[in-house]
């Protein structure tokens, strides 16, 4: 069980914003940047978010990333079919180092 | 293209070793932090362990593999390694090998291997 919680599932309608929300603690989320990761089945995750608001070069503005205190959340504007996929949080935690998130299933309804 | 490919997994018994490698191409190797990230089969994603850009002088472990697996580096050969001695059944998981973006911090994963899958299983 990891010290980051996501929701186990998500969904949306192709077209709205959906948010995916990381929970976490003090000692993690509270005070260290947040990464977030796209993984398709069968597939290497994909970095999508970087230092908790910073996209990487090839990534739509679409994705966009936050952090309140000690939780962050990713959220996806006009939800695409094709954004169907897991999405993981991750964060340096202080006495386990680096730590994911269990990850979310988007399903685009 | 830039591409890193993971070899080396199979089946093995509780407390045997195996060896992973993961060769680079199109990219300055031994210019960034490398890393192995694993995902159980229920999906679940864990660092395993990280080797500093270079020389490789510095790396560091997950407390679940600590003392039983080591991450090394041959920038000659442009390859990365994790050497994993006294398998657990825990330790069936699909192994990344990952490159730690410049300028991304130490979870910006920007280039990943296709993974290859390691069985623990008596």
């Known amino acids: 069980q990891s010290v980051l919680t996501q929701p186990p599932s998500a969904s949306g309608t192709p077209g709205q914003r959906v948010t995916i929300s990381c929970s976490g603690g003090s000692s993690n989320i509270g005070k260290n940047y947040v990464y977030w990761y796209q993984q398709f089945p069968g597939t290497a995750p994909k970095l999508l978010i970087y230092?908790?608001?910073q996209r990487p070069s090839g990534v739509p503005d679409r994705f966009s990333g936050s952090k309140s205190g000690t939780s962050a959340s990713l959220a996806i504007s006009g939800l695409r079919s094709d954004d169907e996929a897991d999405y993981y949080c991750?964060?340096?935690?202080?006495?386990?180092?680096?730590?994911f998130g269990g990850g979310t299933k988007l399903t685009v309804l | 293209q830039v591409q890193l490919v993971e070899s080396g997994g199979g089946v093995v018994q509780p407390g045997r070793s195996l060896r992973l490698s993961c060769v680079a191409s199109?990219?300055?190797?031994?210019?960034?932090?490398m890393y192995w990230v694993r995902q159980f089969p229920g999906k679940g994603l864990e660092w395993v362990a990280v080797i500093s850009y270079h020389e490789g002088s510095q790396q560091w472990y997950g407390d679940s593999v600590q003392g039983r697996f080591s991450i090394s580096r041959d920038n000659s050969r442009n390859t990365l390694y994790l050497q994993m001695n006294s398998l657990r059944i825990e330790d069936t998981a699909v192994y990344y090998c990952?490159?730690?973006?410049?300028?991304?911090?130490?979870?910006?994963?920007?280039?990943w291997g296709q993974g290859t899958m390691v069985i623990v299983s008596s």
């Open positions: 199109e990219f300055a190797f031994s210019r960034y932090p």
């Open positions: 230092k908790t608001d």
């Open positions: 990952a490159r730690e973006m410049s300028g991304g911090g130490s979870l910006a994963f920007d280039v």
């Open positions: 991750a964060t340096w935690d202080d006495s386990l180092l680096r730590v």
